[in-house]
């Protein structure tokens, strides 16, 4: 299946959560609503034509204009095709719908973002730090992102 | 002990000043730590290997910081990583020694701009005796610096009363 195909048919399902896309592009991408990623992730992954059942990668994303976003490569074994999904959400309320039900893998993937970016993913079962000391202060890959100065009587910066 | 070796007819008796006679010993039988975090431990191994065969120094890897002399910390040291290190040094015996090995426990090497996550040089948790430069630095270079830290230990007068 195209990826113009994969979005037809995500339009006539979902409507309006099915914001803008770009088909032409190297890996096409499709971007959705921040509170609908659930059921169209669930939908993608269980329609028999679509069966996008490998999620490749979740990334989190600071796109430094006030917005954060979360990008899903996904890939289908059986019907050999792939496509990307987007979705923004503002940078002081980031809320995007957890898709750790859909696949497993995204778990890890949520809990990383959330640890970088500070992108909160309403739903997940344990959200907490995974790379970074669970004290930390700050997300370290936003593009406003400032070291603290001390972690525990030891200084940070060189 | 090999310039003596089947020289005499009888047992003998030496006399050595005791602080000699101790710093031959320890410097002889440097334990160490097994302690890789990053690529220097590719180092490190290759120097336990045969080629560079670090045992002829005395220095036999031990997987438990209470039966070591000395710890080499061998790779980047994030911050994460560091408060574990202050409580196995901690848990080491004294007399004890640390070698710093390679860039990043040194001063943070590449990561020392941007790594957040990076403690910059090991010595801001735990003294470091030793500093090996090198990113990462050869097995010669860890050698040497074994035998920098021999040198040491010869120096030290461990038995007398530390100067007022």
Redesign the interface.
């Known amino acids: 299946m195209t990826a113009q195909d994969i979005h037809d048919k995500l339009k006539a399902a979902f409507g309006d959560a099915v914001q803008d896309a770009k088909l032409d592009a190297m890996q096409p991408w499709i971007r959705i609503a921040p509170n609908r990623t659930a059921e169209i992730c669930a939908w993608l992954h269980d329609q028999p034509e679509m069966k996008l059942d490998y999620l490749m990668c979740l990334s989190g994303m600071d796109y430094n204009n006030g917005k954060l976003g979360v990008v899903y490569h996904l890939s289908s074994i059986e019907h050999k095709h792939k496509i990307v999904l987007k979705t923004e959400c503002p940078k002081e309320d980031p809320h995007v719908l957890t898709v750790s039900g859909v696949w497993g893998t995204a778990n890890w993937h949520e809990r990383e973002a959330y640890d970088m970016y500070g992108i909160i993913f309403d739903g997940h079962p344990d959200l907490r730090r995974l ?3 669970d004290d930390w202060d700050g997300h ?1 890959l936003r593009k406003d ?1 400032k ?1 603290q100065e001390f ?2 009587g ?5 | 002990m090999a310039l003596l070796h089947q020289r005499f007819e009888n047992d003998n008796v030496f006399v050595v000043p005791f602080d000699k006679f101790l710093n031959w010993a320890r410097l002889s039988s440097i334990w160490q730590m097994q302690f890789g975090l990053a690529c220097c431990a590719i180092e490190m191994m290759a120097a336990s290997a045969s080629n560079f065969d670090i045992m002829r120094f005395g220095v036999i890897p031990r997987a438990t910081p209470r039966q070591v002399d000395v710890m080499f910390v061998a790779g980047t040291v994030t911050i994460k990583m560091a408060t574990r290190i202050k409580r196995l040094y901690d848990q080491m015996p004294e007399p004890r020694y640390v070698i710093s090995m390679g860039s990043c426990a040194n001063c943070g090497g590449p990561y020392w701009e941007h790594g957040y996550h990076v403690l910059k040089g090991v010595d801001r948790v735990i003294p470091v005796d030793v500093y090996v430069p090198g990113c990462p630095p050869r097995p010669e270079a860890l050698l040497e610096g074994i035998i920098k830290l021999q040198e040491k230990i010869r120096k030290d007068s461990y038995l007398r009363k530390p100067a007022k």
Request: proline share 23%; charged share 10%.
């Open positions: 790379l970074m000391p370290p992102y070291v972690y525990h030891m200084k940070v910066p060189y």
